[in-house]
């Protein structure tokens, strides 16, 4: 038999639907994390703007207190990029993507290293961590001092991306602030990371929470390669589609895969979101032309609105400067002009956001900026 083929709009709909956007989870935060298999984190407040989204009467305290509680950990994952993971995930994703930073290290920090060997620098900078928890700074002081006329931010960096090593709160938590600092994933977690990490476990999970998808996807998903092997091995257990380029995907026999014609609401979407990082044809929930409107030259990835599964705009909230008192703004910058149904579905939404984000100002407002196309 012939694979079936999804259209564009069915596989939207079973991402939206699989990233808990269709509909607010009744999941816990923990839950909700390990079923996105983490959420991306280069900076400490999307995380939570991302399970606001997602599940129903979330509060940022839970998952402050899951980071206290060493439950969840911000950790360099996948793509080489700082991911908000469960703890049991961290032993598992760690390992399997360690090689990543390395190829970041070999390709970009080399020359600046002077013939040193990059290794060498990580174990000395994990030695350090091991007295105690260190900043970026004071992690690059100390290894300077050892290897006097480099550059200490560049021996920094390549320890911090080659150990094993976590962003420890209070960076994370919810109303704080405050310089990353670093402790290894054995002495925060109490464990080492797993030393028999399984790929086949983590692709399941990624076409559980991304699925259908093809092997080019979770490639681009994770940052691996060669992940072919992995997905013929698992195939005998995998459902087979094909997408209306002809690619084939593959999927979990008994994922949820809407009906296209699926209603969806207004959602929007935090900064470095993984629903529109995951795949390498990301055409299910952003068109090119939006993605290339999107698309920044320092890695910048903006909060987007999400109508009837599609990314049409991005958003912006501004906060009141004191604790109490003062006006929360969010703009919304839609792409092309919106219906009114489609400004009042946002300015509801919008709202729900700001109080959540905002609730001790005085005021909120959501404003609407002239659509970037007509």
Request: include cysteine.
């Given at each position: ?29 923990l839950q909700a994390i390990e079923h ?10 999307p995380p939570y703007f991302g399970l ?323």
């Open positions: 038999m012939h694979p079936a083929t999804l259209s564009t709009r069915a596989l939207g709909r079973a991402l939206v639907a699989r990233q808990l956007l269709a509909e607010r989870a009744p999941m816990t935060a996105l298999v983490g959420l991306q984190a280069q900076a400490p407040k606001w989204t997602r599940l129903a009467d979330f509060r940022p305290e839970e998952l402050s207190g899951l980071l206290t509680d060493r439950r969840a950990v911000r950790v360099t994952v996948m793509r080489a990029t700082v991911h908000l993971v469960s703890a049991e995930d961290c032993a598992q994703l760690r390992p399997l993507t360690r090689g990543l930073a390395e190829r970041v290290i070999r390709t970009n920090h080399l020359k600046p290293l002077a013939g040193l060997d990059p290794w060498e620098v990580a174990g000395a900078g994990v030695e350090l961590i091991r007295e105690r928890p260190r900043t970026v700074r004071e992690l690059g002081e100390a290894l300077g001092l050892r290897w006097p006329g480099l550059d200490p931010r560049e021996l920094s960096q390549v320890a911090r991306g080659l150990g094993d090593l976590v962003q420890i709160p209070p960076r994370g938590l919810w109303g704080r602030s405050g310089q990353p600092a670093y402790d290894t994933i054995e002495s925060w977690l109490g464990r080492p990371p797993s030393p028999e990490p399984c790929i086949e476990t983590i692709m399941l999970r990624y076409l559980g929470a991304f699925g259908p998808a093809s092997v080019m996807d979770a490639q681009t998903w994770s940052g691996l390669t060669r992940l072919g092997e992995v997905m013929e091995r698992l195939r005998p257990q995998l459902r087979v589609f094909r997408a209306e380029s002809g690619r084939e995907l593959f999927d979990l026999p008994e994922a949820p895969r809407p009906d296209p014609g699926l209603p969806l609401p207004a959602r929007f979407i935090a900064e470095y979101d993984n629903l529109i990082l995951s795949h390498a044809d990301r055409t299910r929930v952003i068109g090119d032309r939006a993605r290339k409107t999107i698309a920044s030259r320092n890695g910048q990835v903006p909060g987007t609105i999400l109508l009837d599964g599609t990314v049409r705009g991005t958003w912006k909230a501004e906060q009141p400067r004191r604790a109490t008192g003062g006006t929360a703004t969010l703009t919304v910058t839609p792409f092309g002009r919106l219906t009114g149904e489609e400004e009042r579905a946002l300015a509801t939404e919008g709202e729900r956001l700001l109080t959540f984000a905002a609730s001790e100002a005085e005021q909120r407002v959501v404003d609407f900026a002239a659509p970037l196309s007509s």
